[in-house]
């Protein structure tokens, strides 16, 4: 029983949750990102290690976390800083897009302006 959703929430939400995956997955080969076999391998590693993390969580990780409160509080900030330094890596790579882009694009303009 989920300690979050309601009983007769689980499975639709599980399955759309797949759902979103294949997708996903579905979308980065067809947008050229990766070939079928480094998505079916990245499938397999992403499920195995969810696999394993649930394991982990409830034998080693869940226990400890209810014994010790000081411990949730510490996981949780590190979380915070983990969320942090990944919204600024992802702001600097967006920026980095961007910038690539527009170079592109000058380069493509001024290739079109030197055919005339």
């Known amino acids: 029983m989920s ?4 009983a007769w929430a689980v499975a639709p939400t599980a399955c759309g949750v797949v759902g979103c995956g294949v997708f996903l997955t579905w979308l980065r080969v067809h947008l050229g990102f990766h070939t079928t076999p480094q998505v ?7 499920a195995s290690t969810a696999v394993g993390w649930l394991c982990a969580m409830e034998r080693v990780v869940g226990p400890a976390l209810r014994a010790s409160p000081k411990l949730v509080g510490g996981l949780r900030v590190a979380l915070a800083v983990a969320v942090g330094v990944f919204a ?7 920026d980095e897009a961007r ?3 527009t170079r592109e694009k000058s380069l493509g303009d001024k290739a079109d302006s030197s055919r005339f």
């Open 88 to 94: 600024l890596s992802a702001i600097r790579w967006v």
């Open 99 to 101: 910038a690539y882009l």
């Open 40 to 46: 079916v391998v990245g499938y397999a590693l992403g």
């Open 3 to 6: 300690p979050v959703l309601p």
